[in-house]
């Protein structure tokens, strides 16, 4: 399972986002990477938007500094398609974001 960065509170994260966070380290594995890291859960940071769904454990961020630069929005996408609807999921400059969105 995905390291987590000190710091990061993930207290009440929705359970699907943990699904999310598990496929994406399958999703590494397969492109042979290491497991991944949560780099933001429901803690404030600066910078987010006002209207993000972290603070309700709805989106968690994941690092991407360590994934080559031309293998990030491939991996961002199959991802995407392998969470479906129910999921948002967008490469931000330093990690990909993840929202569960469905019910």
């Given at each position: ?15 699907m ?12 594995l ?74």
């Amino acid at each position: 399972m995905a390291l987590v960065k000190s710091g990061v509170n993930l207290n009440g994260v929705h359970f699907m986002l943990w699904y999310a966070v598990a496929v994406y380290d399958y999703l590494r594995l397969a492109n042979g990477l290491r497991e991944g890291t949560i780099t933001g859960g429901r803690e404030s940071a600066p910078g987010r938007v006002k209207d993000t769904l972290h603070p309700s454990g709805r989106a968690v961020d994941l690092r991407t500094n360590d994934i080559p630069a031309n293998v990030r929005q491939p991996l961002a996408n199959e991802l995407q398609r392998s969470l479906g609807d129910v999921f948002d999921v967008v490469l931000e400059s330093d990690h990909i974001h993840v929202e569960y969105i469905g019910g």
